[in-house]
């Protein structure tokens, strides 16, 4: 768990802790960034406790290493309380074997085509073996480790980035080594389908009172559809993720597409007939997007974090909302006594007691809380 020294914890700490819990895995704080003079490392301990996270130095159990990304401070520190978990926990797969792993991230490159970051989690991958990721396939064309060398084969627990895949695979795909492309191309084919047939699904075996009520609902409900494009999957998965919980029954947003890589122009295109905007987490729109963009005038915004699109997405959802009335008590008077009037009908006659009252000011008469000969007017404004 890797919290900033700097900032303490943040939203995107709170989720991390949360899955660790779920998972009911064992946390590892490392306290960034403490080469910096406006930290803090103690502020991070004290401010974990909030959610039942107490490290070695407040008497718990969780261990926690100060370090710093920059200067490499902690590092070999950090690396080693890891080991010492894993050997706690007796951690172990088996090398020889057929590989399996998970896809960590993964991004579309100009020059290497898809990539994807894979642990190998059980056997050996090895260059040249054919895999099936997610309802994707390919043959094994580069090994490139974490020092960004290639290397011809990656055992288990090794994090390797894999080029050769046919597609773009999404984070949290399962890998897997099979014996021959065919069975590759079978295996993916299959599993497009499994998904393509359950986005099918959804729109079926609705009942006609079904359909009229969400039509009624759709109505009801103000949309700022958009275009969301970013670097790799993981960030896009996070962004439209957490882009799916802002809104209320009164307004809300629609990804209509969402993909990783360059802003192209059927983004914008796609966009402008959803009278929406395109957004780029971390990447650009080609020449040709922005000329379509600027004739059109569909507005691309570009971000680098999550947050700051977030808020501003919610304050763009602000403008949709139907203007809130409200009432503002200007003055308030008791009732003395009425009057009939042929003309007019009742006539109250009150005596003021606080504030003013005002030509064609709406009123509301409530009932004191005790019997008493007299009630009270409450004059407010819309």
């Known amino acids: 768990l890797v919290v900033a020294a700097d900032d303490g914890v943040m939203p995107q700490t709170i989720e991390a802790i949360n899955h660790a819990k779920a998972a009911k895995v064992p946390i590892i704080v490392a306290i960034n960034k403490c080469d910096k003079e406006n930290s803090d ?32 401070k902690g590092i070999d520190n950090l690396i080693e309380n890891i080991v010492l978990q894993s050997e706690i926990l007796e951690l172990k797969s088996n090398p020889m074997r057929l590989a399996e792993g998970t896809v ?28 099936v990721v997610g ?8 090994l490139i480790d974490s020092n960004n060398l290639k290397v011809e084969f990656a055992g288990p627990s090794v994090p390797v980035e894999v080029l050769g ?23 993916a084919s299959y599993r497009k389908q499994v998904v393509k047939d359950k986005k099918d699904a959804l729109g079926k075996g609705k009942t006609l009172d079904q359909m009229i009520a969400k039509a009624k609902a759709d109505k009801d409900i103000s949309e700022l559809p958009l ?25 809300k947003i629609n990804v ?16 402008n007939s959803a009278q929406g905007l395109v957004i780029g987490f971390n990447i650009r729109a080609i020449p040709q997007a922005r000329t379509i963009a600027k004739r059109d005038k569909v507005d691309i915004r570009y971000y680098s974090i999550i947050y700051e699109l977030i808020d501003d997405m919610k304050k763009m959802l602000s403008g949709l909302l139907t203007p809130d009335t409200k ?25 003021v007691t606080d504030g003013i009252v005002q030509n064609l ?10 019997p008493r000969l007299i009630s009270y007017a409450v004059f407010c404004l819309k």
């Open 41 to 72: 490392p103690n502020r991070v301990r004290t401010e974990l406790l909030k959610y039942e996270v107490v490290v070695e130095s407040m008497s718990g159990e969780v261990l926690d290493v100060e370090v710093s990304a920059s200067t490499g």
């Open 104 to 131: 960590i991230e993964a991004k579309l490159e100009v020059g290497r085509g898809p990539v994807a970051t894979v642990l190998v989690q059980k056997g050996t991958l090895n260059k040249g073996d054919i895999i």
């Open 135 to 142: 309802d994707q396939w390919g043959k094994v064309r580069a």
């Open 165 to 187: 895949l046919n597609g773009t695979p999404e984070a949290g795909d399962l890998l897997n080594v099979v014996s021959s492309e065919t069975k590759a191309r079978e295996i």
């Open 227 to 251: 275009v969301v494009k970013a670097d790799v999957q993981g960030s896009l998965e996070a962004i439209v993720s957490s882009l799916e919980k802002v809104g209320n029954e009164e307004v």
């Open 256 to 271: 209509v597409h969402n993909a990783i890589g360059a802003i192209n122009e059927s983004d914008v295109s796609l966009a």
């Open 327 to 351: 009432e503002e008590i200007i003055g308030h008077a008791e009732v003395r006594d009425t009057f009939k009037s042929s003309k007019f009908g009742t006539i109250a006659g009150c005596f």
């Open 361 to 370: 000011s709406l009123i509301h008469i409530s009932e004191p809380t005790r």
